[in-house]
């Protein structure tokens, strides 16, 4: 913000300095023009004066005169005077130069004594002026209007926006923002409350489920105690030969067994809620327009795959409804397009579909595929990492949650290895309703 201040400034400070150069210059040529041209008229008002003379045998009364005489303006010349030389006298030639305050020329014909009043500024100096400094401050008030917008509607809120992400990263979740009318950023502060909701659900969803295991940890720890003790009872009474009968050993021993099945009941019931799912989903099934789904993806990835230097094509059959929630269904491609990118040979990618019957097809293909064919049915499992994934960071949950989100959306997601003369190309294939 302070330097943008600083831009205000100097152009503030700049356009002083224009206004001043540019009047500066005007005034000095508007004076050497002005000078120039009121010199000029007198020059050729002298020449028509003795022209008049000689074809009207009288001096002409006013400037008029001369003007209609030779079809031309006198602009700079506001009047003229005259006495004939025959009856000059001193007290006529002094009426000639008695007039005072008026700016005048003396010029003398061989019948009369002329007095030629002129003006050196005929006003457009000023209009000049004028018209040049009511230029100026016009632009200066339309730019600095236009400054002042950007600092108060675009930088000043923008300031304001970016301390929350850097909060929102550190845990804070109590940091928030007003949803104003700024055009701008509006739907950015609502897409940032949002996510900080929806951050902050999660959060409290995953602290129930830590919390719920922890509670059925310890009680499914508490009930393994009780036939764990009674086994162990039992073990040192066999151990010690304390049933004196073969039935009654017989019983305990039945008894100890009945008590590692409670056991291991137990530890099935541990096994499962392992087990249990650990992601929840929201999924907003509604019609969707394929062609829709595929101008986001072309507009997300065009220029990123310029950049990679990746081959990326999109084919599409036809446009058709299908049954899906739309932004789910971008994630699920792009999270398959961004593995095509890590896991492939970064030649190239397509995205290909087919328009059924009562289906519709998304295929995805890659080229440079390194998966083992044994691991392929296990793509879609939670945490699975192929053989294939060298350094590169994952957490083995990308195609998990695919999965997830398309059996939501009653769909299907599958994947193929196409075995080819010169290459391997993974194919993954997502299967959707149409309506």
Known sequence: MKKFNYIITAFTLAFLVLVFVGNLFIYKNGQTNENNEYRVQINRMEIELGRYEEKNGKAPDSVEDIEKFAGDRYDSVVGI?????????????????????????????????YRIDYRMNNGNGKNIYIVLNIVLIIGFVVVFSILLYIKNKILRPFNELVELPEEIARGNMTA????????????????????????????????????????????????IKTPLSAIKLYSKALGRNLYPSEEKRQSV????????????????????????????????NG??????????????????????????????????????????????????????????????????????????????????????????????????????????????????????????????????INEKSDEREMCVTIVLKKY
């Open 253 to 284: 021993i039945k008894s100890i067994g009945d008590k590692a099945d409670e056991i291991e009941g137990y530890v099935s019931d541990i096994v499962r809620a392992s087990g249990e799912e650990f992601m929840e989903f929201e999924v907003h």
């Open 81 to 113: 005077s005259h006495v004939k030389k025959s009856e000059s006298s001193d007290d006529l030639y002094r009426s000639l130069i008695s007039v005072k305050n008026v700016q005048y020329e003396l010029y003398e014909t061989s019948g009369y004594i």
């Open 176 to 223: 928030s923002l007003k949803e104003g009318r700024n055009k701008y950023f509006g739907r950015f502060v609502w897409g940032i409350n949002l996510l900080k909701e929806q951050i902050e659900d999660g959060r409290k969803r995953e602290l129930n489920m830590i919390k719920e295991r922890q509670v059925l940890l310890l009680s499914l720890s508490h009930d």
């Open 287 to 416: 019609e969707v327009y394929i062609a829709e789904i595929v101008k986001r993806i072309r507009k997300y990835y065009k220029e990123r795959m310029d950049i990679e230097q990746i081959d990326f094509s999109i084919n599409m059959d036809a446009n058709c409804l299908v049954m899906a929630d739309g932004d789910r269904l971008v994630e699920v491609i792009q999270n398959i397009i961004e593995n095509a990118m890590k896991y492939g040979d970064g030649k190239r990618i397509s995205l290909l579909t087919e328009n059924g019957n009562s289906e519709y097809k998304i295929k995805i293909s890659n080229s440079g595929c390194t998966l083992a064919e044994g691991e392929l049915p296990h793509i879609f499992d939670s945490f699975f990492r192929g053989s294939n994934v060298e350094r590169k960071m994952g957490s083995g949950l990308g195609l998990y949650i695919c999965r997830k989100l398309i059996y939501l959306m009653e769909g299907e997601i599958t994947a193929d």
